[in-house]
T-cell receptor, first 110, second 112 residues
Framework: ETGVTQTPRHLVMGMTNKKSLKCEQH?????MYWYKQSAKKPLELMFV???????ENNSVPSRFSPECPNSSHLFLHLHTLQPEDSALYLC?????????FGSGTRLTVV | SQQGEEDPQALSIQEGENATMNCSYK?????LQWYRQNSGRGLVHLIL?????REKHSGRLRVTLDTSKKSSSLLITASRAADTASYFC????????????FGEGTQLTVNP
């Protein structure tokens, strides 16, 4: 375990489903991040939260809705996804001296 | 555009050989970091080198930084099959605030 826990590890969902990804860290970090990693593509930063406030949204479609109730928890709510949204979703926490990543959620949209 | 760009995109070597991966970046940085990612898993922080450092070692890892050329290299000596993974550089950059910008990664395959 890295200190950042992501659940579930795998998720298969239909295009009309609603699901949520969860990320939890107890490392005392104030910043948390969602990344998308598709096959043969670079890491794509999706959202940044600092002290529970969203500080960055990289033009992510509204079918992805983040939530950060406190500095230790981060959610990514998913609804009406497309097959091209299938990817590995990574959560991280930390700052300029290093990030700690979770193991990711492998999402498949069918 | 990506702050960090790794070179080569893919590298295949035999066990026992050394592996060298390079990273170039565009803007001034405070530090540069290297991460490793096993297939389908999260990234793991390997080493950080500050902008005022030129070389840093950690076990079989050696990182160099040339701020005049805006480039860094990661050397893995005496490679093992277990070193097979993707390796990413990340920079903080003066304009990126507290967040890091990751390169596209080098896929290293170490054949037994």
């Amino acid at each position: 375990e890295t200190g950042v826990t992501q659940t579930p590890r795998h998720l298969v969902m239909g295009m009309t489903n609603k699901k949520s990804l969860k990320c939890e860290q107890h490392l005392g970090h104030n910043a948390m991040y969602w990344y998308k990693q598709s096959a043969k593509k670079p890491l794509e930063l999706m959202f940044v939260y600092n002290f529970k406030e969203q500080t960055e949204n990289n033009s992510v479609p509204s079918r992805f809705s983040p939530e950060c109730p406190n500095s230790s928890h981060l959610f990514l709510h998913l609804h009406t996804l497309q097959p091209e949204d299938s990817a590995l979703y990574l959560c991280a926490s930390g700052g300029i001296y290093g990030y700690t990543f979770g193991s990711g959620t492998r999402l498949t949209v069918v | 555009s990506q702050q960090g760009e790794e070179d080569p995109q893919a590298l295949s070597i035999q066990e026992g050989e050394n592996a060298t991966m390079n990273c170039s970046y565009k803007t001034s940085i405070n530090n540069l970091q290297w991460y490793r990612q096993n297939s389908g898993r999260g990234l793991v922080h390997l080493i950080l080198i500050r902008s005022n450092e030129r070389e840093k070692h950690s076990g079989r890892l050696r990182v160099t930084l040339d701020t005049s050329k805006k480039s860094s290299s990661l050397l893995i000596t005496a490679s093992r099959a277990a070193d097979t993974a993707s390796y990413f550089c990340a920079t903080d950059g003066e304009t990126s605030g507290s967040r890091l910008t990751f390169g596209e990664g080098t896929q290293l395959t170490v054949n037994p």
